[in-house]
T-cell receptor
Framework: GQQVMQIPQYQHVQEGEDFTTYCNSSTTLSNIQWYKQRPGGHPVFLIQLVKSGEVKKQKRLTFQFGEAKKNSSLHITATQTTDVGTYFC??????????FGGGTRVLVKP | DVKVTQSSRYLVKRTGEKVFLECVQDMDHENMFWYRQDPGLGLRLIYFSYDVKMKEKGDIPEGYSVSREKKERFSLILESASTNQTSMYLCASNGRTTWANVLTFGAGSRLTVL
């Protein structure tokens, strides 16, 4: 079945630095979504990418969908303590079923 | 805002007990989902339902069953709990008209099986 791999599993970042988390699907996706889960919270939708090569920005967060629609990335610029949490990508190949990656847990060192 | 409510935040059960996890949504969503979340494994789909009395197996249905008798309520049942079912369980919903089929999650139910 469809698999979505996400790396790294953990990301320790110094406050103010940039980092990127990557998401790779075993199959071509119709779209990909990103969710953020704060510590003790539940996943909350951030963004959806649909088009090949699409790039979207939300303030310091930049999301990209690969040309082949099998991979995606999230880049965070000038990391802040509010960025702490686990970021999940979730790929949709067909229908309404989302397959989630394992998540990247982000820890920020002040 | 859509609200998805899970009845229990924390449960502790013994091996072999029957466990019910309840989920209620208040936005008339057709689709409801049960995921379990484990470190490093992300969210794995157990079962989902796209209508009352309808259910579909997800990726890891073994050891679980579900019930959807009313549109707003989706229950996850562990017939005989085992220690490997210790996990965080997340309920989610979306509707046919939900933009991008975005999932709205409940707060989660952390189950410990002793």
């Amino acid at each position: 079945g469809q698999q979505v791999m996400q790396i790294p599993q953990y990301q320790h970042v110094q406050e103010g630095e940039d980092f990127t988390t990557y998401c790779n699907s075993s199959t071509t996706l119709s779209n990909i979504q990103w969710y953020k889960q704060r510590p003790g919270g539940h996943p909350v939708f951030l963004i959806q990418l649909v088009k090949s090569g699409e790039v979207k920005k939300q303030k310091r967060l930049t999301f990209q969908f690969g040309e082949a629609k099998k991979n995606s990335s999230l880049h965070i610029t000038a990391t802040q303590t509010t960025d702490v949490g686990t970021y999940f990508c979730a790929g949709r190949a067909a229908g309404n079923k989302l397959t989630f990656g394992g998540g990247t847990r982000v820890l920020v060192k002040p | 805002d859509v609200k998805v409510t899970q009845s229990s935040r924390y449960l502790v059960k013994r091996t072999g007990e029957k466990v019910f996890l309840e989920c209620v949504q208040d936005m008339d969503h057709e689709n409801m989902f049960w995921y379990r979340q484990d470190p490093g494994l992300g969210l794995r789909l157990i079962y989902f339902s796209y209508d009352v009395k309808m259910k579909e197996k997800g990726d890891i249905p073994e050891g679980y069953s579900v019930s959807r008798e009313k549109k707003e309520r989706f229950s996850l049942i562990l017939e005989s709990a085992s220690t490997n079912q210790t996990s965080m369980y997340l309920c989610a919903s979306n509707g046919r008209t939900t933009w991008a089929n975005v999932l709205t999650f409940g707060a989660g139910s952390r189950l410990t099986v002793l």
